[in-house]
Antibody, heavy 117, light 112 residues
């Protein structure tokens, strides 16, 4: 079964850092791109960036450039999203998604991030 | 950035009746390779999004044939032939023709 499995919910304090993971299985991970998408509570979808798992080439949304870092470990078929200096406004659901035919055909279950003092 | 504008933002529909959602982009979504990378996603309450349609009109694996997509250039439409209870949720269009990829605001489909 093709799937993306994300790490569990996180509770962080303002100023802390965060890394969430997304492990792919059931397909050739290195041959696809993986994106990260943010969904703030009750809001729509925002594209953060995308990485090609084969060579780690990454493109970020200008809105999130410098605020997030996307990486990948081919040996474990895992993509990562790092956020530093967290603020309360970073509280959101974060999804990873696989890109195929230039559409997101497979999604992780989501990782809820809560930033609160 | 390409702005994606969906209408309506909310759509109350009677079960068994058709529904239609429009998506307009601020510039043409025709890629230099000739393809148009416009897709439609469905997000049921409490679930991650799910791909319905890619490249304007291609139904993704497992998607019921009551869902169809059409359009060209800057104007696109998602149609649901006969709405079923399981279709309740928020629908998003998305463009992947140009970075940054962008989504429409979402259309909330609800049953009357």
């Amino acid at each position: 079964e093709v799937q993306l499995v994300q790490s569990g919910a996180e509770v962080k304090k303002p100023g802390e850092s965060l890394m969430i993971s997304c492990q792919g299985s059931g397909y050739s991970f290195a041959n696809f791109r993986v994106a990260w998408v943010r969904q703030m509570p009750g809001k729509g979808l925002e594209w953060l960036g995308i990485i090609y798992a084969g060579d780690s080439y990454t493109t970020y949304s200008p809105s999130f450039q410098g605020q997030v870092t996307i990486s990948v470990d081919k040996s474990t078929s895992t993509a990562y999203l790092q956020c530093s200096s967290l603020k309360a406004s970073d509280s959101a659901m974060y999804y990873c998604a696989r890109l195929q035919h230039e559409a997101f055909d497979m999604w992780g279950q989501g990782t809820m991030v809560t930033v609160s003092s | 950035d390409i702005v994606m504008t969906q209408t309506p933002l909310s759509s109350p529909v009677t079960l068994g009746q058709p529904a239609s959602i429009s998506c307009r982009s601020s510039q043409s979504l025709v890629h230099s390779d000739g393809n148009t990378y416009l897709s439609w996603l469905q997000q049921r309450p409490g679930q991650p999004p799910r791909l319905l349609i890619y490249k304007i009109s291609n139904r993704f694996s497992g998607v019921p044939d009551r869902f169809s997509g059409s359009g060209a250039g800057t104007d696109f439409t998602l149609k649901i032939n006969r709405v079923e209870a399981e279709d309740v949720g928020v629908y998003y269009c998305m463009q992947a023709t140009q970075f940054p990829y962008t989504f429409g605001q979402g259309t909330n489909l609800e049953i009357k």
